[in-house]
């Protein structure tokens, strides 16, 4: 008898769609356990970089780091979305900064509450499991928001985000700048349209299991949105969101918000 091609197909969506991961590798490296985290774009492959990108110490990260986190510290209670295994929440909370978690995967909110954590949550970031008006600001670094795959998807998340905060909201979104990318990025897909283009990749872990056996997940295919600062400001229109300040690290940079009610810096 023939194979369901139909059946099959919809069976693997559906297990690419509850996969995770990058919370397996993230609650894998806090217990010390066995696995490794793997981007694939193809036949690309490239380390997932877990210890060093969930789980650094302060003293290695760049001054823009610290400015994005105090900038929304001065106006909490923070809200930081797709917080990870909680490594910016640790930092707030050891200066007193009163800060709450959601992330995608339910295993990095299980790592990051295994960290001492509590007020973490399991959430959609376009659907955020918080009440309106219940924030002073929104940090969203990870460049998650390219996760709007286009400019209008950038804008149904900031009008999310605006949600979630009170009028003198602040908020802090990051992104890579195609215009000072070229191709060897991993995952680049290119655009015809000036300051635009796209990133590609699946994550895959294999870990060991408590018997000893080998298993693999294979996450679904992301598609990211990279756009210039000048293109992501196009974003903001018919938003309550006006960028103040774009701080960069060559490719990357981390664009400041404001509401609308608030000037830009000079």
């Not at 769609?17 to 356990?33: C, F, I, K, N, V």
């Not at 590609?200 to 992301?222: I, K, N, Q, Y």
């Not at 990211?224 to 229109?237: G, H, N, Q, V, Y």
């Amino acid at each position: 008898m023939g194979q369901d091609r139909t059946g099959s197909s919809a069976a693997e969506e559906r297990r690419q769609s509850e996969a995770d991961p990058l919370g397996r590798a993230m609650l894998a490296h806090h217990r010390d356990t066995p696995g490794q985290l793997t981007y694939r774009d193809g036949a690309e492959r490239r380390d997932g970089n877990v210890a060093e990108l969930y789980f650094s110490s302060p003293e290695s990260w760049d001054r823009e780091t610290i400015d994005a986190l105090e900038r929304v510290a001065d106006a909490e209670p923070v809200l930081d979305v797709g917080c990870g295994a909680g490594n910016h929440l640790l930092w707030w909370a050891d200066r007193g900064v009163d800060a709450v978690g959601v992330d995608a995967s339910p295993n990095a909110v299980r790592t990051a509450r295994e960290r001492g954590l509590e007020d973490v949550l399991v959430g959609d970031m376009f659907d955020l499991p918080v009440p309106t008006d219940a924030f002073g600001a929104v940090h969203v670094v990870g460049t998650q928001v390219g996760l709007g795959r286009s400019l209008a998807g950038i804008r149904e998340l900031l009008v999310e985000f605006a949600r979630v905060v009170g009028d003198a909201g602040v908020a802090v979104v990051d992104n890579y700048d195609p215009t000072r990318l070229d191709e060897g990025f991993f995952g680049y897909r290119s655009d015809p349209r000036e300051g635009i283009a796209h990133r590609c990749f699946h994550l895959e872990f294999e870990g060991e299991r408590a018997d000893g056996d080998r298993f693999r997940e294979v996450g679904r295919t992301l598609q990211f949105l990279l756009c210039s600062p000048d293109r992501f400001r196009e974003a903001t229109t018919g938003t309550p969101w006006t960028v103040t300040d774009v701080l960069r690290t060559e490719a990357h940079y981390r664009a400041v918000l404001a509401k609308s009610d608030s000037k830009p810096h000079r």
